[in-house]
């Protein structure tokens, strides 16, 4: 029972990386719609944000496996 707690409790948790992804790439269009000439360095901030929150992801899933 315990190994099936641990992938709700996942599941549940994936919720925040997948919102904070979400929210990224939304300021990531609204910016680049605002000032195009940016867009460069607004993609590579984005691409950051977007890996450090994959990485919160990959985390969980990691202990979810482990624990």
Not at 7 to 19: D, F, H, K, R, S
Not at 36 to 43: K, M
């Amino acid at each position: 029972m315990d190994g099936n707690l641990n992938m709700i409790g996942y599941g549940l948790a994936a919720i925040g990386p997948g919102v904070g992804i979400g929210l990224i790439f939304a300021a990531y269009i609204s910016g680049v719609a605002r000032q195009p000439e940016a867009q460069s360095r607004l993609q590579s901030i984005a691409i950051l944000g977007f890996a450090l929150a994959e990485a919160l992801a990959i985390i969980g899933i990691a202990l979810a496996f482990v624990l």
